[in-house]
């Protein structure tokens, strides 16, 4: 039994070293030095000796000439087309559906009342609604007011989308605490300064009082005194009083030249003019103008008191049946403490009354010269009461 597997052994070793003999001899075959060809050969020749299948040569295809390149990018250019028309339009789509979901997205808030708090309050409150505020500055005329919300826009309680913006008019105090110093300026221009200053307040922290004049060798319009005086303390809305200046000649009148006046000339220097004119009158010689001014006081001095009297001579035309009738009306008033107004109007027989002259007048004589048509009465009136009546014939 033992020769008899002993034996078996010595076959199988004897098989198994010519397989590997033939193996050697395989790649000794394929390593030598010659042809492709011939080792493809000597490939296929092993693999049909041990049935394997050969394997096909792969054919190479011909590369593509320029023509049937282009024919086919033609080919593809509808398709190219129709997918860049879709990019756009998805594109499109996709920023709407953003756009819409964001404006969608923003929160409807209720404005807060942040007037009369100080700025820092009023802009965390904004910041808490999600506010965005606006700020100007301006004056007020309160004092305490430094910093201080005066007024809001949209007004508390409206109802605003998230993220608007709110107005706020912030104080930057009061532009003046104290009491300029104005004596010595001129009345308008201290006028028109205080007018800038509180330019768009309602209510100014100064304002002037009606001035009182006097008489002063001062330019008129200077102010000579102010009450409160200059460097008072404003702690609210204060009126100063002032006294000023009416100038050096306002108690003088320049004299006056009235030679050569008509009646209506005349009557309209006596309305302008502080003097009071003594009226006679003689009729019109062959020299002379009818109706005109021929003589007059004869005065040295530029300048005279106001209210003096001045002798003043016409010629009247000569009495004629015309119906127009012309003289001088004369009347004997008290003496006045003081000018008072005066008025003298004309009736006429048919139509309607109508004034001569308003005038002020100190008193004592009264003349005044009339062109009237016959039959009108001349009526004075002194403070509105009538004091002579007369009926020009």
Known sequence: MARKTSKNDEAENKEIAVEENKEIAKEEILEEDMPVEENTKVEEDIKAEE????????????????????????????????????????????????????????????????????WDEALLEMQI?????????????????????????????????????????????????????????????????????????????????????????????????????AGTKISQPIKVNLVVSRGPNYERTRRPYVIGQSINDLLQTIARSKIVFDITAHEAGSEEKAGTVVNQQQIEDEYIPNYSRVTVEMAMPKSSSDETVSGIFQAKLPEYPYPVAMK?????????????????????????????????????YVVDKVFARTLVE
């Open 51 to 118: 049935n394997i299948p050969v394997e096909k040569k792969k054919e190479r295809k011909p590369r593509p000439t320029l023509s049937e390149s282009f024919a086919k990018v033609q080919d593809c250019i509808p398709a190219l087309i129709i997918t860049f028309i879709s990019s756009i339009i998805i594109m499109g789509m996709l920023c709407m559906g953003i756009f819409f979901l964001n404006a969608r997205g923003t929160e409807k808030v209720l404005v807060p009342n942040v007037e009369g708090k100080k």
């Open 344 to 380: 003298l109007e004309a009736i006429p027989a048919e139509g309607n009354p109508y004034t001569i002259l308003n005038l002020n007048h100190p008193g004592g004589n009264f003349t005044l010269p009339y062109s009237v048509t016959r039959g009108t009465t001349l009526v004075l």
């Open 129 to 229: 609604k999600e506010l965005y505020p606006k700020i100007n500055l301006r004056y007020s005329n309160t004092i305490g007011d430094e910093g201080r919300v005066l007024e809001q826009s949209p007004k508390a309680g409206s109802i605003v989308k998230g993220y608007s913006r709110v107005s706020l008019v912030i104080s930057r105090g009061m532009l003046v605490d104290e009491i300029g110093e104005y004596e010595g300026k001129n009345l308008d221009e201290v006028r028109m300064t205080l007018q800038t200053l509180f330019a768009g307040q309602t209510k100014p922290l100064i304002t002037l009082a009606e001035p009182q004049y006097k008489p002063d060798q001062s330019e008129a319009g200077t102010i000579l005194e102010q009450d409160p005086p």
